[in-house]
């Protein structure tokens, strides 16, 4: 049975795809069978899975709309040949349109299960399922908590990190109350670490306080290496596999999997 993850948090720019298509080439280094699914218009997750989002057939938009299964529209990420030796995972990719999907799901039934719903019939092919959401609290976001069984929320251990905190936890018992009863946090990643920043290392440290075992740790450091991948359509894992973030991510991928044995 596969494990599903949303990766949330309502701030943009907090590395939430950087998260998402690492720790998935990460779990597929380690040998697990994963799909990624792409919750934002932006598809910057499906870019950064050498998926060209122009040119896809079908989307999680069509999934959605139930005009396509997840098996139907499922792709295989894309390293290009220089890379093809990686593990890859599969891809339900997002473009534009997406955006449009909100608005044409609003009349209809079971508008916020279409994904927990398309996923259920996908179930035993995959170990993981990790779904990068959109920076915001949208019907797109509420398909996401549906289907997931935990969420993980990346952050940058900075002044104002808790406080964007609050919103989303209460936003996840509101879910966990009235829709998915299965919804928790599974914890929070800190991303885009320095340690040579005090004020990170405080935040870093009220954050093992306020919410022990809650916090990841492994811990994501701020690593330019992470930041260039995208641009080569590559997570970092697979752009550079040495660099201190990518071998951070291998790191999560490994205590992920040790989280969930925990969770059985
Ligand atoms: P979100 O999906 O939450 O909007 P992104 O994952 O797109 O956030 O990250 C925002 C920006 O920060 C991107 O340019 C990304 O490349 C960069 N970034 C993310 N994580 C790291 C990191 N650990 N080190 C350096 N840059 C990072
Ligand atoms: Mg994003």
């Known amino acids: 049975m596969a494990h599903i993850f949303c990766v949330a948090n309502q701030k943009g720019g907090v590395g939430k795809t950087t998260t998402t298509v690492n720790l998935c080439a990460g779990l597929a280094q380690l040998g697990q069978r994963v799909l990624m699914v792409d919750l934002d218009p932006q598809g910057n997750a499906t870019m950064g899975s050498g998926v060209d ?15 396509a299964s997840i098996e139907q529209a499922a792709v295989k990420s894309n390293w290009g040949e220089r890379n093809a030796k ?14 449009g999907a909100e608005v044409e799901l609003v009349n209809q039934d079971r508008r916020e299960k279409r994904l927990k719903e398309a996923l259920a019939l996908v179930n035993a092919s995959y170990d993981f ?3 990068d959401c959109p920076p915001s609290l949208s019907l797109l976001t509420l ?3 549906c289907s997931a069984n935990g969420v993980i929320v990346p952050m940058q251990c900075e002044y104002f990190a808790l406080e964007g905190l609050t919103d989303l936890v209460n936003t996840i018992k509101q879910v966990h109350a009235n829709l998915n009863r299965s919804l ?4 929070l990643l ?3 670490f320095d340690p040579r920043v005090s004020l990170q290392v405080q935040v870093s440290d009220q954050l093992k306080a306020h919410f022990a075992e809650k916090v990841f740790n492994t811990v994501i450091p701020r690593n330019v290496r992470l930041a260039e991948a995208p641009s080569f359509g590559l997570p970092g ?6 660099a201190k973030g990518s071998q951070a991510f291998v790191a999560f991928a490994q205590e992920m999997i040790e989280r969930i044995g925990q969770l059985k």
């Not at 989002?53 to 005009?67: C, I």
């Not at 990686?86 to 955006?99: C, F, N, P, Q, W």
Request: net charge negative.
């Open 53 to 67: 989002k122009r040119q896809l057939e079908l989307s999680v938009y069509e999934v959605l709309l139930e005009t």
């Open 86 to 99: 990686h593990a890859t995972y599969d891809v339900i990719g997002a473009s534009r349109e997406l955006a």
């Open 129 to 131: 399922v990790l779904i």
């Open 143 to 145: 398909n996401g908590l």
């Open 184 to 187: 928790k946090i599974i914890g």
């Open 190 to 192: 800190r991303v885009m």
């Open 237 to 242: 894992v697979v752009y550079d596999p040495q």
